[in-house]
């Protein structure tokens, strides 16, 4: 198990006569995640979900909070003694163009990983053959015809597939896939959530997933969890079903409007909402972040910060003094 | 479907068009035969994944394949403007940008970093020869207003400040702002936040319908189509495999592939294992076949005629399916494609589509 408490994060931007500007990515964020759960952040760019996910993936530091893994605080570590502690969260970037080195087969690709945990475990170089081609089975490709070929020579769902592959060959506790799915083509998208969420049922690998797209993190894992982030700040969490049917935060039922509605195919939910322009973020933090875009805010809400619980007795943690359910996601009108 | 009632709203009609590009394997075709009116006043997408040809067929609107690649046979009649095939030199520039708007993909990387948007703006003017070079300025202006932003305030801005969705409508300004009534969007709101894109979609289908425009979409996401599109073509390794008016395609599509594309869409609601990945994977320049159906490989319906017989174009109405498979009724029309010539594709082939618009 795998929980945060409190992580914040500023980046201070170089330059400028008076030192720059901060931008504050993450604001005190909470998570926790089972061993073998799944859980997915949601948000638009910029909201810190890939910086929590880099934190996560040991690439980030932190400036206050806590990680603690499998019940060892992360702060009571040095440095050095913390890798092995992060080597167990492995990441999956959303472009499986940069992330494989293309002047290397996807064979020396596994092979570095995959010698690292041989010294490790003492085992052969024989091992290492048999364990990159049941990876690559694995994963769903044939290592026959993968193994020797260079990552130009893979469609895109392959290369991923690759990614992921290799990202096992250290026997991760957790995946973290960000935004793992959007650059695949829309017929091999479901093929990779589709692989992500067997990993999980075959190995107890938990999964968290990062994404700007709520279908797929639905997709991921039916059990699993949803977190809703704006501007470095959990505004709303629960179980995915309950997040995506029952949506209380107006920030989320902004996101969930804004998804397509594939009109003849499905019926577009009655209350959608449409925010305002996003708007420049030098705002006092003595309020509810969305409350400038928000078309619901009161007084309080400009002079206020909501903080995450169970206001109005709903099912789902949120972040807003007036919560309330709308019905803003589309409803199936045929069956294919 | 929102016909206007402006008449400067230009028709296209695009017949028989093949573009091949020169590989060491030979010509290969990235767009074979293609069939496609764009009705006046209307907005058409063209939906496709990656090597499906839909860049290829936006560029030939403009006839600016580039080499590598050529046009190697058909026509793109433009009203107003001919057959932009054999336009050439001068002529093709001058009708870019005033004929033709053109809205790139990833507006960021197509606005030059060093100029603000208002000196590209008259950049733009000068090289297409405007006197009225304040009138362009004030219109531009208004057209970045009416999209709700601070105009003025734009035009001062280089695109570093500038956030991704205002520059994908400072990309729309400078397709518009010449007067273009035909305009060719190329995955207007990729890489676009959720609500951005549900904004940029909204601000098109609007500025559409004011200024009167036809329009075409370009795009992977089936979503946009569906939000922004009055008729929808699907394309696939280079053809059109099925068309029609966007919610009958979407509420009742008839090709395999278009089917298994929707399927293959994990939802919001529902039983999530209703959502089925498509087997294979899209075919490349390389690897498209030659002769036959060109979906056969991932198909669930495949059958021995698919391996040799181009599929039947058929026509219903408004809808326009090439399948062997697809039933489409007693009423049907089918017009059996003559046998295609394989690498210089669709020489004297002219497979009609009797559209007819509702």
Redesign the interface.
Known sequence: MITGKGITKTFRQRGGMLGGREVKALRGVDFTIEKGGAVSFIG??GCGKTTLGRILAGLESYDSGEIVIDGVPMSSLRQKSRQPHFRRIQLIHQDPYSALNPARTIHQALDAPLSLRAKQTGRSRAWMEERAEELLSLVGLDPGYVLPRYPHQL????RQRVVIARALTVDPDMLVADEATSMI???????I??LLKDLRDRLGVSVLFIT?????A??IG?DGELYVIYRGQVVERGPVETV??DPVHPYTQ????????????EVPGEERV??T??VDPSQQDAACLFAARCPFRTERCVSELPVLGHDGGTLQEHACFHPQRRSV??????Q? | MSVTSDKRAPGVRISDLSVVYRTPAGELPAVRGIDLELVPGTITGVVGESGSGKSTLALSLLNAVQPPGRISAGSVEIDGLGDVVALGGDDLRRARGRHVGYVFQAAQSSLNPLKTVGKQLLDLGRSHDVEDLPGLVKEARSLLDRMGMDGARVLDSHQHELSGGMRQRVGIMLALVLNAHLVVLDEPTTALDMITQATILRIIREVHEERGLTTLVITHDLGVVAEVADRLAVMYGGRVVEQGPTREVLGDPRHPYTRGLLQAIPRLVGDIDEARALPGRPPTLGTIPADGCVFRERCAVRMDVCETGEPPVLTQGPRIVACHAADMGPEAVTEPAKERQTVTAGVGDTPTTGEEQA
Not at chain 1, 155 to 158: I, K, P, T
Not at chain 1, 212 to 216: K, L, N
Not at chain 1, 329 to 334: G, S
Request: no cysteine; aromatic share 2%; net charge negative.
């Open positions: 638009e760019s469609s895109g769902g392959m083509d829309v017929s091999l998208r479901l093929g959530l589709a700007h797209d709520v279908a797929t639905r997709y039916l995506i049917a902004s996101l969930l409007s804004a998804i397509p509605v594939l009109h003849g195919l449409v925010p322009e996003a996601v589309a409803t199936p009108a045929v294919l």
